[in-house]
């Protein structure tokens, strides 16, 4: 099988990274699994966020630059990524971009650097009610199936409920998981309060957020509709004004709901920021795990 989505997942990251950065990646993605029992990998420079305590003082004086020691876990670790696959996501972000393909990129991303580190990872989403199961395994043919399957399903006819997927989760998953939910700001609103109380019980989750492209300042294409919207529409200044305020309203409403239950998110509109974006979320995400 030609490995075609992660051949140009793994040249995205690097076109969008450098040497320095990659490494930043890859070890914010290792400190996801930081806990008690650890083993120290090696050193890197100081960014914003990192623990004080992680300072290594003698390397730092030696080096004439603040570094700070990683640790790993040794046992591997389940990784589920959760997709929206509603027909929303065959629309635009606000970069002109794709949300499947963002989504498929923000995904195959996190894959690769779970296949690296020697982890499991899975997927799951829901078409027109059925759930679509990807096993866990750590195999590069396995990753490249469901971003190829995902892509082939997420269709202009397609219905799904993304609160109905991760309820099956929670009924059918009782092993601990990172799950990573890749969905849309309209997504990410209409999860429950109930699911998310439950879900941080179970498994460890981190979201996702696709934005979405502006319906107003040039010509737009409505997918749940099938068409494009009138001139007279996207062209109207104070459609546009109401239309900024309720995305801010909701981008602001979807934060603190997922602050509430400690869960933490981050919002990507290209491909060209997926990298930077991940290694934020994933910084963060330990630093609120050793406070």
Not at 105 to 124: M, R
Not at 150 to 159: G, L, Q
Not at 243 to 261: A, D, G, S
Request: with cysteine; proline share 1%.
């Amino acid at each position: 099988m030609i490995l075609d989505y992660i051949t140009k997942i793994k040249a995205n990251i690097s076109i969008h990274t450098n040497i320095k950065a990659t490494s930043i990646l890859d070890g914010s993605y290792k400190s996801v699994f930081m806990g008690k029992s650890l083993n120290f990998e090696d050193l890197r420079e100081y960014i914003p966020g990192d623990n004080i305590r992680d300072i290594d003082w003698k390397a730092s004086s030696r080096s004439r630059m603040l570094l700070v020691k990683r640790y790993i876990a040794e046992k591997k670790h389940n990784i589920l990524l959760v997709f929206d696959s509603g027909v929303k996501m065959n629309a635009e972000t606000d970069k002109g971009e794709s949300k499947k393909d963002v989504a498929i990129y923000t995904a195959g991303t996190l894959s690769y650097l779970a296949y690296s580190n020697g982890d499991f990872v899975g997927s799951l989403y829901n078409i027109d009610g059925k759930m679509r199961f990807f096993p866990l395994r750590n195999r590069l043919y396995d990753i490249e199936h469901f971003l190829a399957q995902y892509d082939k399903d997420v269709k202009s006819s397609n219905t799904s409920d993304l609160n109905k997927t991760l309820e099956y989760l929670l009924k059918n998953f009782r092993r601990k998981m990172v799950v990573f939910v890749i969905t849309d700001i309209k997504g990410a609103s209409e999860v429950s309060e109930a699911v998310l109380k439950k879900l941080i019980c179970q498994h460890d989750i981190l979201f996702v957020q696709v934005n979405d492209a502006d319906l107003t300042g040039g010509r737009s294409f409505k997918v749940e509709n099938n068409r494009y919207l009138p001139r007279f529409v996207t062209m109207n200044k104070k459609l546009a004004s109401m239309e900024k305020n309720i995305k801010k309203k909701i981008t602001e409403e979807n934060e603190k709901k997922l602050m509430h239950h400690a869960i933490l998110s981050t919002n990507v509109s290209g491909k060209d920021d997926i990298t930077m974006k991940i290694t934020e979320l994933l910084e963060r995400h330990r630093y609120a795990n050793i406070r």
